[in-house]
């Protein structure tokens, strides 16, 4: 087993495989776990309340049923929101570096870690439309895995971030944004409370360009 666990368990557990390196030494894997866990605190729970409400248990590429691992439909979902916003985590905490992929070592590739046809690297997803990251999938059963969407909700943070200069108040905002996340919210009702929070926090700075990278991703 490898991710956050919720309370009474709260702790992150890291894989062991003998075919590969200790997920503990990937450095990507590390911090993305540890950006789940952040946003666990950072809403009191409230991330983890009601998950089951847009999100249900579907089948993972080895067979396995995973409870909460699928929005019910295109319209997201509070686990493909977690996901999403610990991708962006980590390419933020690399952005320094030449690569913002997660698990090249443990994946044992440059690609690092993917959900079906869909790279969780937030570089490699600015075209990545709602029908594609719902139905990528789909073969295997599972249509809205929460980590294909989850890589459209990282890629389209990380397409606006790039559009300002100020690093750190775009990370800010994004950060403020993760204090809202509850685990009944769609990417719908996360669009509303970020322009809601840009205009009481931020001077309405950001509204523009994440209403067009919402629309442009077909949300």
Known sequence: FAGWS???????????????????????IVVNLLAHANAYYATNGDSS?????????????????????????????????LAGQADYMTAVYFSSSSSTSIGESWASQIEGASA???????????????????????????NGNIFSMGALYASLWWEVRKKFSDKNDFDLFFLKHVE?????????????????????QFSSKYTSAMQAEFTRRGL
């Open 6 to 28: 919720v309370p009474p368990i709260k702790e992150i557990s890291l894989q062991v495989d003998d075919e590969k390196i200790p997920m503990a030494l990937d450095a990507g």
């Open 180 to 200: 809202l996340i509850h685990g009944d919210d769609t990417f719908a009702t996360m669009k509303t409370k970020i322009l809601n929070l840009d205009q009481a």
């Open 49 to 81: 309340t009601n998950i089951s409400t847009y999100a249900q248990t579907c089948s993972n590429k080895k067979g396995a049923r995973i409870p909460n691992s699928c929005c019910v439909s295109n319209q997201g979902c509070g686990p493909a929101i």
């Open 116 to 142: 079906c046809s869909v790279s969780r690297n937030v570089a490699k997803n600015a075209n990545l439309k709602i029908a594609n990251a719902y139905s990528a999938c789909a073969g295997i059963g599972s």
